[in-house]
């Protein structure tokens, strides 16, 4: 027996639905708006909840629940005239998007096969995903890490698709470090730098006399990742007359090297990334269309940074922790207003941007013990000054400096989500400060051991060490 959490703002619509659930033996808990929503989820863990898009005071709620601990899985029920919300929702983490009005039974199906899927992943041996340099805890990130491991646990090949700067090699390297093959070979292939008269011999490798000066037989890259992974970086700038060499690669696992005639056999896995849209490509007949469905067998799309701003905090200590030694004076702090002033940037480069201007800032900084607004870029800075007069996250002084606050919406809903980023700054803050050490975390916190090892975990700032 599940336990299924029905959220639908239509009365008869939830009534209805919640009957047919009982009837399949689930014990059903009702929701006729977003704040009950979040009340009921805040004591009790659900196995799967029917959630209407609709739902009064239910902004931003898919997300909040896909970001709880043992996340429910959501079946979401929208307006068939909304396709956005539906495809939305998807992204988003739904198994399923349901168009309304829905008959009860034509919700059943869906959340069957949810419940199935979590049953089976319950009974496996939990694992450990290596995400070293994977950072952030954001719902959008959480996504694309339960995509991770997925690829990681099989050997489809996959697809990364994210604009530039989004990590897409750092995910291409976690599928690899994760997966049966991280002994073997990772080999990187950038697309766009292959040379047009060498790209052939590079990938796939030349016979002795192949051409004038190839006085010996070299392997090519496909032949160096056997048994381990293939990565082709930004394979949307491919050359078409290679797309139909490397399809039949793909097919085949095996091709004949420049020059020579017999065939090689390559058994990799291939994981290609993109920052283009090469469906447009292919409609385009500038990518080839039966190459595209191959690379598409499972597709993980990474967020831009504008979309997953909860993380900027954790990329800025990460970074610093990295790279901070490296400058005089060692590793610094952050000012609130330094941390306030990043959210306020949309980040068109991403986190490659980020880390850039970080690292201009700690040259900036010199022997200064913390970075301060002052020692962001000019041309930063100048950008921000001109954007002041536009909406944020509170007015300078107003003691939310540094802190990233909901959008203004229902009372209790405003403050319920300001609660969830004032806990999760103060308690990763309280773990990097203390370095491990629980007695002066409890000392500092007034919290007794239990609820503060309870309130880390759930923020994802666990102990790394140090005394009990």
């Not at 059903?28 to 739902?55: H, K, P, S």
């Not at 597709?299 to 970074?319: F, G, S």
């Amino acid at each position: 027996m599940a336990r299924v959490l029905i959220a639908d703002g239509d009365e008869q619509r939830r009534i209805d639905l919640a009957g047919a659930v009982r009837d399949e033996g689930h014990q059903v808990d009702l929701a006729g708006d977003g704040e009950i929503v979040l009340n009921l989820t805040r004591g009790q863990v659900y196995d799967a909840v029917c959630l209407d898009l609709d739902l009064p005071g239910g902004e931003d709620l898919l997300a909040r629940l896909r970001a709880l601990p043992d996340p429910p899985e959501i079946i979401a029920l929208a307006s068939e005239s909304d396709p956005a919300a539906m495809e939305d929702a998807l992204r988003s983490g739904a198994w399923e998007c349901l168009g309304t009005p829905c008959a009860p039974q034509l919700a059943l199906a869906p959340l069957r096969r949810a419940l199935r899927s979590r049953a089976r992943r319950a009974d496996l041996e939990p694992r450990i995903l290596q995400r070293d340099n994977l950072v952030g805890e954001s719902p959008r990130l959480r996504i694309c890490l339960d995509r991770l491991a997925q690829a990681a646990a099989c050997e489809v090949d996959v697809l990364i698709s994210g604009e530039t700067g989004t990590g897409k090699e750092l995910f291409a390297r976690a599928i690899h470090e994760n997966s049966r093959r991280r002994q073997e070979p990772f080999v990187v292939v950038d697309c766009t730098a292959l040379p047009a008269t060498l790209a052939e011999s590079i990938l796939f490798g030349h016979a002795r006399g192949a051409f004038t000066g190839a006085d010996t037989a070299r392997d090519g890259l496909v032949r160096e990742a056997h048994g381990g992974t293939l990565f082709l970086d930004e394979v949307g700038e491919l050359p078409l007359d290679l797309q139909a060499k490397f399809l039949r690669v793909l097919q085949e696992r095996r091709f004949r090297p420049v020059g020579s005639t017999r065939e090689v056999e390559s058994r990799f896995r291939l994981v290609a990334a993109t920052n283009r849209d090469i469906a447009a490509m292919a409609e385009q007949r500038t990518f080839r269309v039966d190459l595209m469905f191959r690379l598409r067998a499972f597709v993980i799309e990474l967020p831009p940074l504008r979309e997953r701003k909860d993380d900027i905090k954790d990329l800025v200590h990460h970074y610093l922790a990295r790279t901070g030694g490296r400058f005089q004076g060692g590793i610094k702090g952050v000012s609130p207003d330094f941390v306030q002033a990043l959210w306020r940037h949309d980040w068109p480069g991403n986190v490659r941007e980020l880390f850039q201007v970080l690292e201009t800032s700690l040259a900036s900084a010199q022997a200064e013990p913390t970075l301060y607004p002052q020692h962001l870029p000019m041309d930063l800075r100048v950008k921000l000054v001109r954007e002041a007069a536009r909406p944020s996250a509170g007015p300078p002084g107003d003691g939310r400096e540094g802190m990233p606050m909901p959008e203004l919406q229902p009372w209790r809903e405003y403050r319920d989500k300001a609660m969830d980023v004032i806990e999760r700054l103060y308690f990763r803050d309280l773990a990097a400060h203390c370095r491990g050490d629980m007695i002066h975390a409890c000392r500092i916190s007034g919290l007794k051991p239990a609820r503060l090892y309870q309130l880390l975990k759930k923020h994802g700032a666990g102990r790394s060490g140090g005394r009990t």
